[in-house]
Each structure stands twice: as C-alpha cells, then as structure tokens.
C-alpha cells in the first residue's frame, strides 16, 4: 500500500487527515507524511486500517504486492 491508496481511503471515509489519524490513533502530520510518501505504513497501522474501516488486511497486503510488482515489471 502506498500513500495515494492511503489517502484515497480517507477521501473514501469523506474524513479530513485530522479525522482519519483519531481514529487511527495517529498525529495529522504522520496522516500527510503517510500520504506523501515520507513515511512508510507500518504493520501496525495497517491492522488498525483493516479493523477500524472494515477492510480484508489480505486486500491491503494485495495492493501493497501489486505495487511491488509494478515496480519489477513496469508497462
């Protein structure tokens, strides 16, 4: 999973990156630094993402492969 996944599942929520980080129990800051690419998403916020948000963490971890592959095989 990358930052604009992260951020476009907080647009999803219709939340600002205030609101997205309590209830992820994240500063605003770490928010835009995840989105930015600044700071990778950790195990642990993932897991809170997955259960917090309702979202199969499989899913996430499928995005996160995708990517990677992507990066091996670009188009």
């Not at 630094?33 to 990778?40: A, D, T, W």
């Not at 916020?45 to 091996?72: G, P, T």
């Amino acid at each position: 999973m990358n930052g604009n996944l992260f951020r476009a599942l907080r647009m999803r929520e219709g939340m600002t990156q205030e609101e997205f980080g309590a209830k992820l129990n994240l500063s605003k800051s770490a928010i835009a630094n995840i989105e930015s690419g600044r700071r990778p998403i950790s195990d642990k916020v993932r897991a809170r993402l997955a259960q917090k948000f309702e979202i199969d963490d499989n899913l996430l971890y499928f995005f996160e492969s995708y990517r990677k592959m992507e990066d091996i095989f670009p188009n």
